[in-house]
């Protein structure tokens, strides 16, 4: 049973800081691009950013580039998002997400999902 586990979300001032780490088991983790995702209340769920199984290649969206960093820990399993300068329009529902599809912003091409994390960045 493939199992992913957001943790670290929670609430922060503007220009605070975060890190959220997803814990996945259950899968070959290491052969795995991971994902995060996020879905702001009335909102779509929007692509974040996107790490390879190798770590080698990274993509984000425009919203956080310069802000946000992914890695990953496949000793540990686990995939990291670092946030900076957070905003309160950062403001949402936090996903990670693994596709065996290599590179992609886009849900469809993502197999499993996490339960999601809040993260509430305040004024």
């Known amino acids: 049973q493939v199992q992913l586990v957001e943790s670290g979300g929670g609430s922060v001032q503007a220009e605070g800081s975060l890190r959220l780490s997803c814990a996945a088991s259950?899968?070959?983790?290491?052969?795995?691009?991971m994902g995060w995702f996020r879905q702001a209340p009335g909102r779509e769920r929007d692509f974040v950013a996107h790490?390879?199984?190798?770590?080698?290649?990274?993509n984000y969206a425009s919203f956080v580039q310069g802000r946000f960093t992914i890695s990953r820990d496949n000793a540990k399993n686990t995939v990291y998002l670092q946030m900076n300068s957070l905003k309160p329009e950062d403001t949402a529902v936090y996903y990670c997400?693994?596709?065996?599809?290599?590179?992609?912003?886009?849900?469809?091409?993502?197999?499993?999902w996490g339960q999601g994390t809040q993260v509430t960045v305040s004024s």
């Open positions: 997400a693994a596709t065996g599809r290599g590179l992609s912003n886009t849900e469809r091409a993502y197999d499993y």
């Open positions: 259950g899968l070959a983790f290491r052969v795995f691009g």
């Open positions: 790490i390879s199984s190798s770590g080698s290649s990274t």
